[in-house]
């Protein structure tokens, strides 16, 4: 009897399943027979032409968008962003650029180390008054951008006026692969501590991480800080390879499953470690995702890392890029990956984020405990949660407005046009603030407190109910009593914009690795890190 109900029950769950994969075939032919149908009658009695391209673009967007954040449809016209997001590379010269005014010139304000633009000789404040022939003035940023870009080995021809020779001239400029590289920086920290800075999880992440590592050994290294802060992630397979220089050879690093028994799949690490033992700190934030989380999540499963920092942003969904007909892609969520333990770092409800995307909090009732390697208790639900949790440096509302508003890099591209470049970063400290501030002042931006912010919201809101009337006594004593003007304002806000404006002239002098020393030198969080105890290696 038992048997046969078994039998039954596996017989009636056969059923189920074919109906229920029948019925989301035949609502997936109506859907697209009710959707043709209406093109076709659009097409036939609309009274005007009809916008398909504008059409085409919004239908798949609001598809998509009923999914998740991270399938979308990738056009061909688009196939080079795809391209930067997957290698981090594009054919073209090799530095940023900026154009304060569209009938202006574009102004170089940051070659690349390495690049076609530093090898040709331009600098920060070389001025591009035309490309290929064509003047630059009336023609936008990005259309100036798309003109520089090009096939790798391609000539590009520019009339540039010198910023330090004071002349104009005309270059030719032969196209490189620009390759941004996943390892910002990396160097020591002192006599014994290592530090890396990994920004992406493009396809040379992993040799650039293990080339580092290595040289940083070599040099005395006995302690090593893997910085994934804000590191939005990228590919698995890189994020594999970096977890495999820290573990032994054929250690799980994550599994994926999705609805498709192809999606199931277990990676393991396949290169030899390049040490297994040595003290490992890896660094998160809020903005930590995809294999950012992977490799963290791994090295703590593993117990072969401390993790520090904040909870990470909680993206545990794995892509994949699909050909589609006239060259277009679509790069569709098809699973979730799980860390060694079993964990899902996926967020339970996209819904509940922070203003930056993070997971908010998530009560430890609608999660699930899991186990590391050594015992410890680890939970899911969202991100990964820290073992040791660093204070989080906070901005004032001002700094983060001359930031946002590009006025600080604005300064900087002033600052290195005045002034020669002397000295190694190591060297360089800024100190004419009184010109900075003579700056801004000229500069249209939100400087308003955030105090001050709060008062404007709540005389609207009381305005609104009738009530600001009676009380304008009380609420112009608190406007006065808050308010406070420009000039006050940012030298109240010294101490925090000087680190903003040192690294990006520290940029514009010495490149990208300049700038991240800048960072280090004010990084109260990388300090407290070096502080705390770490997670004991076990065998």
Same mark, same amino acid.
């Given at each position: 009897?038992?048997?046969?109900?078994?039998?039954?029950?596996?017989?009636?769950?056969?059923?189920?399943?074919?109906?229920?994969?029948?019925?989301?075939?035949?609502?997936?032919?109506?859907?697209?027979?009710?959707?043709?149908?209406?093109?076709?009658?659009?097409?036939?009695?609309?009274?005007?032409?009809?916008?398909?391209?504008?059409?085409?673009?919004?239908?798949?967007?609001?598809?998509?968008?009923?999914?998740?954040?991270?399938?979308?449809?990738?056009?061909?016209?688009?196939?080079?962003?795809?391209?930067?997001?997957?290698?981090?590379?594009?054919?073209?010269?090799?530095?940023?650029?900026?154009?304060?005014?569209?009938?202006?010139?574009?102004?170089?304000?940051?070659?690349?180390?390495?690049?076609?633009?530093?090898?040709?000789?331009?600098?920060?404040?070389?001025?591009?008054?035309?490309?290929?022939?064509?003047?630059?003035?009336?023609?936008?940023?990005?259309?100036?951008?798309?003109?520089?870009?090009?096939?790798?080995?391609?000539?590009?021809?520019?009339?540039?006026?010198?910023?330090?020779?004071?002349?104009?001239?005309?270059?030719?400029?032969?196209?490189?692969?620009?390759?941004?590289?996943?390892?910002?920086?990396?160097?020591?920290? $002192?006599?014994?501590?290592?530090?890396?800075?990994?920004?992406?999880?493009?396809?040379?992440?992993?040799?650039?991480?293990?080339?580092?590592?290595?040289?940083?050994?070599?040099?005395?290294?006995?302690?090593?800080?893997?910085?994934?802060?804000?590191?939005?992630?990228?590919?698995?397979?890189?994020?594999?390879?970096?977890?495999?220089?820290?573990?032994?050879?054929?250690?799980?690093?994550?599994?994926?499953?999705?609805?498709?028994?192809?999606?199931?799949?277990?990676?393991?690490?396949?290169?030899?470690?390049?040490?297994?033992?040595?003290?490992?700190?890896?660094?998160?934030?809020?903005?930590?995702?995809?294999?950012?989380?992977?490799?963290?999540?791994?090295?703590?499963?593993? $117990?072969?890392?401390?993790?520090?920092?904040?909870?990470?942003?909680?993206?545990?969904?794995?892509?994949?890029?699909?050909?589609?007909?006239?060259?277009?892609?679509?790069?569709?969520?098809?699973?979730?990956?799980?860390?060694?333990?079993?964990?899902?770092?996926?967020?339970?409800?996209?819904?509940?984020?922070?203003?930056?995307?993070?997971?908010? &909090?998530?009560?430890?009732?609608?999660? &699930?405990?899991?186990?590391?390697?050594?015992?410890?208790?680890?939970? $899911?639900?969202?991100?990964?949660?820290?073992?040791?949790?660093?204070?989080?440096?906070?901005?004032?509302?001002?700094?983060?407005?001359?930031?946002?508003?590009?006025?600080?890099?604005?300064?900087?591209?002033?600052?290195?046009?005045? &002034?020669?470049?002397?000295?190694?970063?190591?060297?360089? &400290?800024?100190?004419?603030?009184?010109?900075?501030?003579?700056?801004?002042?000229?500069?249209?931006?939100?400087?308003?407190?955030?105090?001050?912010?709060?008062?404007?919201?709540?005389?609207?809101?009381?305005?609104?109910?009738?009530?600001?009337?009676?009380?304008?006594?009380?609420?112009?004593?608190?406007?006065?009593?808050?308010?406070?003007?420009?000039?006050?304002?940012?030298?109240?806000?010294?101490?925090?914009?000087?680190?903003?404006?040192?690294?990006?002239?520290?940029?514009?002098?010495?490149?990208?690795?300049?700038?991240?020393?800048?960072?280090?030198?004010?990084?109260?969080?990388?300090?407290?890190?070096?502080?705390?105890?770490?997670?004991?290696?076990?065998?």
């Amino acid at each position: 009897m038992k048997a046969k109900n078994i039998i039954c029950a596996g017989a009636l769950a056969l059923l189920c399943t074919g109906a229920f994969a029948q019925s989301k075939n035949f609502k997936l032919a109506q859907w697209t027979e009710i959707q043709n149908s209406i093109l076709s009658e659009l097409s036939r009695s609309y009274v005007d032409t009809l916008p398909v391209e504008r059409m085409k673009a919004a239908s798949i967007k609001y598809m998509l968008d009923e999914l998740d954040p991270y399938t979308v449809y990738i056009p061909e016209e688009e196939e080079d962003d795809l391209e930067m997001m997957v290698s981090k590379s594009y054919g073209g010269i090799g530095a940023v650029i900026y154009k304060p005014e569209k009938d202006g010139n574009v102004i170089i304000t940051e070659p690349y180390k390495n690049s076609a633009a530093e090898k040709y000789g331009l600098k920060a404040g070389d001025e591009i008054l035309s490309i290929d022939g064509i003047s630059v003035h009336g023609l936008t940023s990005s259309e100036c951008s798309e003109k520089m870009r090009g096939k790798p080995g391609s000539t590009v021809v520019f009339r540039v006026k010198k910023l330090r020779q004071n002349d104009t001239i005309s270059l030719s400029v032969v196209r490189g692969r620009i390759k941004l590289p996943d390892v910002e920086y990396y160097g020591m920290l $002192d006599a014994e501590t290592g530090y890396i800075l990994q920004t992406g999880f493009t396809e040379s992440a992993s040799s650039e991480v293990r080339a580092a590592v290595s040289e940083l050994k070599a040099k005395g290294m006995k302690k090593l800080f893997l910085d994934l802060r804000g590191n939005g992630g990228g590919l698995i397979t890189e994020a594999v390879n970096i977890v495999s220089i820290f573990v032994p050879k054929g250690s799980v690093v994550v599994t994926s499953k999705g609805s498709r028994e192809d999606s199931k799949m277990v990676y393991r690490t396949a290169q030899e470690p390049v040490d297994t033992q040595m003290p490992l700190v890896v660094l998160v934030s809020h903005g930590s995702a995809s294999a950012s989380e992977i490799v963290s999540g791994a090295l703590q499963d593993l $117990d072969r890392a401390t993790i520090m920092g904040q909870r990470s942003y909680g993206k545990g969904l794995v892509q994949s890029i699909r050909p589609l007909p006239y060259n277009g892609k679509i790069k569709v969520t098809t699973a979730k990956y799980y860390t060694p333990s079993g964990r899902c770092v996926q967020a339970i409800d996209y819904a509940q984020r922070r203003e930056d995307g993070s997971v908010s &909090h998530i009560p430890d009732s609608l999660t &699930h405990e899991f186990t590391t390697a050594h015992g410890r208790k680890v939970r $899911d639900g969202g991100g990964i949660t820290p073992d040791v949790t660093l204070t989080e440096k906070e901005y004032s509302r001002l700094t983060y407005s001359i930031v946002m508003n590009g006025i600080v890099e604005q300064y900087a591209l002033k600052y290195v046009c005045e &002034h020669e470049a002397e000295g190694t970063p190591d060297d360089f &400290h800024y100190t004419d603030y009184a010109d900075f501030v003579e700056f801004a002042k000229t500069k249209q931006f939100d400087y308003r407190s955030s105090a001050q912010a709060l008062y404007d919201q709540m005389r609207k809101e009381l305005e609104k109910d009738g009530l600001a009337e009676a009380m304008k006594t009380e609420l112009d004593a608190m406007k006065k009593a808050i308010e406070m003007d420009k000039e006050t304002f940012l030298n109240l806000k010294k101490d925090e914009i000087i680190p903003f404006i040192e690294e990006e002239i520290a940029v514009r002098y010495w490149f990208q690795p300049a700038g991240v020393q800048m960072r280090i030198r004010y990084d109260d969080e990388l300090k407290e890190a070096m502080t705390k105890p770490l997670i004991t290696v076990q065998d």
